[in-house]
């Protein structure tokens, strides 16, 4: 299990700020990030871009891009870190979108979703399939969003 607090504690010592970009998780990731007291230290805000359209107005994705790989996708991802971390002014942005199904979309399967975090130096996307209910594919993004969130906190100089 994912230790939050320890998250935020690496962060707070790094002096590194954190903000997340969520599609699937509709908020999760935030939520469960701000649910440690003094995460306001750390933790600057977030977007919920759960529509094409908001990706495309707030993170300034572009439309033939979406168009060409769809939302769900590593092109898509690697954006909403990108432009998720220069529109929070954080260190380190997390994003996410994908398919908590239950049904099919853009023909990619329930279960599949893209995980991306963008740092000063680069943005690293991982694909994933996870199995399971809309909550338990949900719950799982934000648990390995949560633990790449470490393994970046861990790597980065203070």
Do not use: W
């Not at 769900?72 to 260190?91: H, P, T």
């Amino acid at each position: 299990m994912v230790n939050v607090a320890h998250i935020l504690k690496l962060a707070k010592a790094k002096k590194l700020t954190i903000g997340a970009v969520e599609s699937l998780t509709g908020g999760l990731l935030l939520a469960t990030l701000t649910s440690v007291s003094g995460a306001s230290k750390v933790i600057k805000g977030g977007l919920v871009t759960y529509t094409r359209e908001e990706k495309e107005k707030l993170l300034h994705i572009s439309h033939v891009k979406i168009a060409k790989y769809g939302v769900i996708s590593e092109q898509v991802a690697f954006d909403m870190a990108k432009m998720g971390r220069y529109r929070l002014n954080v260190d380190i942005c997390v994003a996410l979108t994908g398919n908590a199904g239950p049904k099919v979309m853009e023909e990619k399967p329930r279960g599949l979703y893209y995980l991306a975090i963008a740092t000063p130096h680069e943005v690293q996307v991982i694909e994933v399939i996870a199995a399971g209910t809309r909550t338990q594919i949900r719950r799982a993004c934000v648990t390995r969003a949560l633990e790449e969130l470490e393994n970046t906190l861990l790597k980065q100089v203070a």
